[in-house]
């Protein structure tokens, strides 16, 4: 691939927009695992307003790090295999700890995300399907000018994007500040990772994963 025309350019061409195919509706079960004790605890339904940060690869947040209250991410998964893996990706093992807890439940209302596993909307604004394996500062770069035209201000269209986890493939939602009025009071489970029933769902994650249980 030609430097004049990269495969995954490191910004978008703008203005960016949407068509009907580029979007799907969902309002399925959602997954996170979130750190409840220590220096930055977080609750279930909480978008962290700092950022960007490197090893994450969706922030929305403009540069440089810091606070950014106009802002904000929350990373979950389809399912809780996937946030299983992408929480220790790094370690290749799972740890049941009591300070991190699996939390699911379903959209208060449908969200609206632009869908980057199957429609063709970054072909179509000069990147190509293979954007979301692009190096993270590119996937950053363009969620922030997502976020900014598509999921900021009044006339926000998006909840967020709808995008593959890189390390199993199955589908993850990025939640935007768009999605705070879609979660619910509360949430369908919540369990620290150390408790029985979450236990045994690392069983069936860790099978999937061939990664060990500590």
């Known amino acids: 691939m ?38 930055h605890p977080s609750a279930w339904d909480e978008l962290r307003n700092y950022g960007p940060i490197s090893r994450f690869r969706w922030d929305p947040h403009p540069s440089p790090t810091q606070q950014h209250s106009e802002v904000g991410v929350s990373y979950t998964a389809t399912g809780y295999a996937t946030a299983f893996a992408e929480v220790f990706q790094d370690d290749q093992a ?83 500040p768009r999605a705070k009025d879609a979660f619910p009071v509360a949430p369908n489970f919540s369990r620290a990772l150390n408790h029985a029933a979450v236990a045994a769902m690392a069983v069936a994650a860790a099978s999937r994963l061939r990664w060990p249980i500590r």
């Open 2 to 39: 030609s430097p004049k025309h990269p495969k995954n350019p490191l910004f978008p061409k703008i203005p960016l927009t949407t068509e009907h195919q580029h979007l799907i509706t969902y309002d399925q079960a959602l997954w996170r695992i979130h750190t409840t004790v220590g220096t």
């Open 94 to 176: 799972i740890t049941l700890s009591a300070s991190r807890a699996l939390s699911g439940w379903y959209p208060s209302r449908p969200l609206t995300l632009l869908d980057l596993v199957k429609s063709d909307w970054a072909v179509h604004h000069g990147a190509s399907a293979s954007l979301p394996q692009a190096t993270k500062n590119i996937c950053r770069n363009w969620s922030h000018n997502i976020w900014e035209q598509l999921g900021n201000g009044s006339d926000a269209l998006l909840d967020g994007l709808y995008v593959p986890s890189t390390k199993l493939g199955d589908s993850m939602v990025v939640l935007f």
